[in-house]
């Protein structure tokens, strides 16, 4: 985009220099108007002129008869000749002014688009920074539905997950109006892992608590990291309003941030689990050394050689320091 503002200030900067202006690729209506305003200035002088030389030619006969110095003739002719190459130069400039607004208009656009990509950004880095401040999953997948439906201006949203068996389930809503679409749309944006956007009537499923109820607008998004599919989040449009292209796009843009945040919440959520299966390492060593000691204290009771006894008494040394050790 900045490539085709730049070579757009190019072409205002030579259209500039073309009608007479200053060329510094950022013109205004004003600018515009006050230039038309100089020719049309002109051109009634022009037209002035060649109005006095057709009355002076016409009714001035003897001053055409007396005068050596002016030849009214000649005068006409030669503003004739004038007005001619001037309203040729009045078209002329009249076209690149022409040109002019309309690459001055095309290049605010532009800088509009520019604007509202550089707003648009700031609002994704926010609301990634919201989404990625947790680990619990629970707490991510609210806040990327609350996040999402904020920068789209939802009036709800819901996200499921891809199950174990295959299936997509809803595990997370947010907004009075949650979106609950046909299962076979959300497998549809699941397999095509594209994102989706459908406009009234939306097929919904029968929700006996809302009848009657139906979405004018629904987007679906596929939740992708590093290849793998984890969901699908859907956002409703509030009543009456419908969802364009530019919210299909920021929605495209956020999706994977958001499967990031999740799959990073899932990571950390299996590592707890595998933690907590396995146990604590602390309380497993003492429990292995306690039993060392144990077992060496049961055989010392019986009758052992003496070297046996000093390699008991031994282990039970290590053991014991390996005890103040852990807890020390």
Known sequence: METTIEAIREQIRREERATGLRGDGHVTDAAIRRRRVQIAVVAMVVVLGLMMTTI?????????????????????????????????YALEKEMHLRRLMSLGHEARQLDLQLADRILESAALADAE?????????????????????????????????????????????????????????????????????????VPLDLDAERPGERLTSVMCAPLEHDGTLLGVMTFGAPPSERFDDGALDVVRRFAPRAASSIA??????????????????????????????????????SEVSPQRRLVLLAVVESGAARLLGAVG
């Open 56 to 88: 002076a030619n016409d009714l001035w006969l003897d001053f055409k008869r007396n005068s050596s110095i002016v030849d009214v003739d000649t005068a006409r002719l030669a503003m004739l000749i004038f007005t001619v190459a001037f309203i040729a």
């Open 264 to 301: 990073r919440a899932r990571r950390y959520e299996a590592a707890v689990a595998l933690v907590d299966s396995r146990g604590d390492p602390l309380a497993e060593e003492v429990r292995t050394v306690s039993a060392t000691i144990r077992a060496a204290a049961s055989e010392l009771r």
């Open 129 to 201: 920074r919201a989404v990625s401040s947790s680990l619990d999953l629970d707490a991510v997948l609210e806040a990327v539905l609350e996040q999402g439906g904020t920068l789209v201006v939802a009036a709800g949203a819901s996200v499921s997950l891809l199950a174990d068996g295959g299936e997509l389930r809803e595990v997370a809503s947010w907004g009075a109006r949650a979106p609950r679409v046909a299962e076979a749309l959300v497998m549809q944006v699941a397999l095509a892992r594209e994102p989706m956007l459908v406009s009234g009537p």
